[in-house]
């Protein structure tokens, strides 16, 4: 199979975080007809959102991840994979529940990972997005 300029072409995404530029990584890329958000967390205008409250930091950090997607017409409803990172095993349900309250129609794949920490300790999870749209390439492709 041949690949269209289209399937080919790779948009990217920067601004939601000081670590982008301080360790070289876009928030999003647009590559073909999926849209991979890079790990978002409960940080914003350079402080960590609802510090000690994993389910509340999940929302947040989701949040940012959604805000990334608009910026291509794409919203949680063509959101197809997730990744949770939690820095604690007993902030799971937490962070679950606040998963569930979002994706409980959408279904996405899922994954939840336990791991040692954060960039910054009062983070307490961190989310990655994959979203995807038939077409998005194509509609994109007009815009450049």
Known sequence: MTETPATRRVERVSGYSPWEDEFGFSRAVVAGDFVLVAGSTAYDSGMVQHEGNPYQQTLAAFG???????RYGLSAADVVRTRMYVTHVRDTDEVGRAHKTLFDEIRPVA???VVEGLVDSRM???????????GLATSLEGKQ
């Open 64 to 70: 940012v991840a959604f805000q990334a997607l608009e």
């Open 111 to 113: 994954t939840m990972v």
């Open 124 to 134: 307490m999870v961190e989310v990655e997005v994959e979203a995807y749209r038939a």
